[in-house]
């Protein structure tokens, strides 16, 4: 739902569905799920230029890829947080 929305420019309805359904992978302990949900939370941010929402959003998938050691998320998620920090 969240890409649905992003796809055609309702960004604030897109965080919304992504945050609720980060509350709800929270709830169940489904820690990869998370860490994409804050990545698209982050691409959301991105598209709207507010960099620093799209870095700390990265940040926090980055943490959960890492502990996962989720190779695929990882190397997305670091050539998104080195686009952001050069902006």
Known sequence: IGNG???VGLYDLAIDA??????????????LQQA?????????????KANVEAYDYSKQAYEIFKTEQNLRG????????SLYSRR
């Not at 994409?36 to 709207?48: E, G, H, K, P």
């Not at 990882?74 to 947080?81: D, E, F, G, K, R």
């Open 74 to 81: 990882l190397s997305t998620i670091v050539n998104n947080l």
């Open 36 to 48: 994409f949900l804050l990545s698209n939370i982050a691409t959301v941010y991105d598209d709207q």
């Open 18 to 31: 992504f945050q609720k359904a980060l509350q709800l992978n929270k709830t169940i302990n489904n820690n």
């Open 5 to 7: 929305y992003k796809g």
